[in-house]
């Protein structure tokens, strides 16, 4: 069974930095592109990052661009996200996901992020 | 990367369907065949219900369909059921390598 475990998250002061991480099991991370996506409280599904399967494609939406990176760690199943600089707007639950022809097919149940002072 | 457009509400009832648009520019939606569709219930991880604009994964009912033309993309549920009830996003991948989601449209079965 595919699953995947987000940790990592909590309340943080803005400009603080936070590492997020999730946990694959039930399939080979290796094999597939890995999604980050965030949705703010009430809000919709925001796209931030993917990266491949050797982590040498790596994309980020514009609003993250230079503040946050994503890795992963194939040997242990792991993919990250390390997020700098963090802005009040960064509120969010982030989740992970892995790709099925250009989608996001299994998520994660997500973890929650709260940058406020 | 603006969000792609879609309509906040739509609504049915059981047995009817409902159709969701999704418009976006030539620079995302119109560009590629890479369009899916999801669904999440309040409190709930998203779902993929559509992918590559008509594909649905295993499991997903057949009462699912996706379409495209030009920079428009749609979702049709068509024999609505109370579980269909549901937020709905629309995402596209674009000319920047990026993806971009769709603002949602909450499903109401009357």
């Known amino acids: 069974e595919v699953q995947l475990v987000e940790s990592g998250g909590g309340l943080v002061q803005p400009g603080a930095s936070l590492r997020l991480s999730c946990a694959a099991s039930?399939?080979?991370?290796?094999?597939?592109?890995m999604y980050w996506v965030r949705q703010a409280p009430g809000e919709g599904l925001v796209w931030v990052s993917r990266l491949n399967g050797d982590g040498s494609n790596i994309a980020y939406a514009d609003s993250v661009k230079g503040r946050f990176s994503i890795s992963r760690d194939n040997a242990n199943n792991m993919v990250y996200l390390q997020m700098n600089s963090l802005r009040v707007e960064d509120t969010a639950v982030y989740y992970c996901?892995?790709?099925?022809?250009?989608?996001?097919?299994?998520w994660g149940q997500g973890t929650l992020v709260t940058v406020s002072s | 990367q603006s969000a792609l457009t879609q309509p906040p509400s739509a609504s049915g009832s059981p047995g009817q369907s409902v159709t969701i648009s999704c418009t976006g520019t030539?620079?995302?939606?119109?560009?590629?065949?890479?369009v899916s569709w999801y669904q999440q219930h309040p409190g709930k991880e998203p779902k993929l219900i559509i992918y590559e604009v008509s594909k649905r994964p295993s499991g997903v009912p057949d009462r699912f369909s996706g379409s495209k033309s030009d920079n428009t993309a749609s979702l049709t549920v068509s024999g609505l059921q109370a579980e269909d009830e549901a937020d709905y996003y629309c995402?596209?991948?674009?000319?920047?390598?990026?993806?971009?989601f769709g603002t949602g449209t909450k499903v109401t079965v009357l």
């Open positions: 996901a892995r790709e099925l022809g250009g989608a996001m097919h299994y």
């Open positions: 995402c596209s991948y674009t000319t920047s390598a990026t993806f971009v």
């Open positions: 030539s620079s995302d939606v119109g560009a590629y065949n890479y």
């Open positions: 039930g399939f080979t991370i290796e094999y597939y592109w």
